[in-house]
């Protein structure tokens, strides 16, 4: 799944990279120290590190915060299942656990029966 804004902000930075020759035809989008092989994890992190963000960050996490926003968003479990390309929903519900968020939105049903009844007129006897 890919945003449509962030689609048209790599396209821009291709043509850009493009433009100063900084990217190869064929190559990769963002190329590690030689233009022909993939940026590193230890370069992502330095990356991470220049822009100021002092946590602990790897692609993976980038990957579990993704899951753990769309969860919070109500999205069916099973549909982030076929997102993140898992074969087991058992994969995909260890970003259950992160939730908080949703996990507090949740209604119990008894609460529900409980507002049903009170709503209800009740018969005279």
Known sequence: ML???????????????RRRSLLLPGGWLFPG?????P????????????AGIK?????????HSFATHLLEQD????????????????TTALYTRVANRTIR???????????LIEGTPRPEG
């Open 3 to 17: 945003s449509p804004q962030l689609l048209e902000r790599l396209r821009a930075w291709w043509r850009e990279g």
């Open 105 to 115: 939105t949740v209604t119990s049903p008894l609460d529900r029966l409980a507002l």
């Open 39 to 50: 940026l590193s994890a230890r370069q992502f992190n330095r990356a991470i590190h220049a």
């Open 55 to 63: 946590k602990r960050v790897s692609p993976h996490t980038l990957r």
């Open 33 to 37: 120290r030689n233009p022909v092989e």
């Open 75 to 90: 999205t069916d479990i099973r549909v982030i299942q076929v997102l993140l390309g898992h074969a087991k929903l058992d």
